[in-house]
């Protein structure tokens, strides 16, 4: 709708917001083990995945380091899609409906998308 054009930049700053927001929320459960039914072991791939969800998420949702933070929280959740949900099984399995991988692949396209667009508008790093 054209009508909706004019508030792109605001639409995409409050995306990468939430998005940071959510994602860090993921990294805090891992980390703290609070708001969660499971808390990997201190130093374990997953608790460093939480880690990088944590500081990560944080860093989109404030618009510092964008381009880094987003780049590098994209690779974490292609990895967790292609080592936790599809574990590299041929068939069915590929796709993320059926194997649970639904946000792993999400997060992972639109953090890539986040990398090559920046901070923008609401973000310490706006120019």
Same mark, same amino acid.
């Given at each position: #709708? +054209? *009508?909706? &054009? +004019?508030?792109?930049? &605001?639409?995409?700053?409050? *995306?990468r917001i939430v998005a940071g927001? #959510?994602?860090?929320?993921? @990294?805090?459960? +891992?980390v703290l083990g609070i708001l969660s039914e499971f808390q990997p072991p201190i130093g374990s791939q997953l608790w460093l995945g939480g880690v990088i969800e944590l500081v990560g998420g944080l860093a989109i949702m404030l618009g510092f380091q964008t381009r880094w933070?987003?780049?590098i929280c994209s690779g974490e959740m292609a990895v967790a899609y292609f080592q936790y949900h599809w574990k590299l099984q041929l068939g069915p399995a590929f796709f993320p409906g059926v194997n649970k991988g639904e946000l792993a692949a999400l997060y992972s396209?639109?953090?890539l998308y986040i990398a090559t667009k920046g901070? @923008?508008?609401w973000s310490i790093d706006k120019k």
């Open positions: #709708m +054209k *009508m909706l &054009e +004019k508030y792109g930049n &605001e639409v995409y700053a409050l *995306m927001f #959510m994602f860090a929320f993921h @990294g805090f459960q +891992k933070a987003a780049f396209f639109v953090f901070g @923008g508008i």
